[in-house]
Nanobody, 126 residues
Framework: QVQLVESGGGLVQAGGSLSLSCAAS????????MAWFRQTPGKEREFVAA????????RYGDSVKGRFTISRDNAKNTAYLQMNSLKPEETGVYYC???????????????????WGQGTQVTVSS
């Protein structure tokens, strides 16, 4: 059974940082593109970042470029999201997702991801 388990969410002040982790029970973790999405109140699920199987290619949503960094450790079957300079409007549930798609043009499309975690709450206070 495939499981993606996020951790690291919590409460942080505006301008602060949080680091999220996604532990995957996927077979051949290194064969999957990994991504982070978020669901903020009143909005649709939003693409945050994705990383290719090898880690060589990354892609970010426009609103997080320069502040967030996605990474992965294939030896540990884990993906990470380092979030800096957080804003109150980024409060929401952050989800980890996995797909076998390799084309980076598909990264922002949530429909190509077949595996999702349960989400972790991130709250940014003003």
């Amino acid at each position: 059974q495939v499981q993606l388990v996020e951790s690291g969410g919590g409460l942080v002040q505006a301008g602060g940082s949080l680091s999220l982790s996604c532990a995957a029970s996927l077979r051949a973790f290194s064969a999957f593109t990994m991504a982070w999405f978020r669901q903020t109140p009143g909005k649709e699920r939003e693409f945050v970042a994705a990383i290719s199987q090898s880690g060589e290619t990354t892609r970010y949503g426009d609103s997080v470029k320069g502040r967030f960094t996605i990474s992965r450790d294939n030896a540990k079957n884990t993906a990470y999201l380092q979030m800096n300079s957080l804003k109150p409007e980024e409060t929401g549930v952050y989800y980890c997702a996995a797909t076998s798609y390799r084309d980076s043009s598909y990264y922002p499309n949530p429909n190509v991801y077949g595996f999702w975690g349960q989400g972790t709450q991130v709250t940014v206070s003003s």
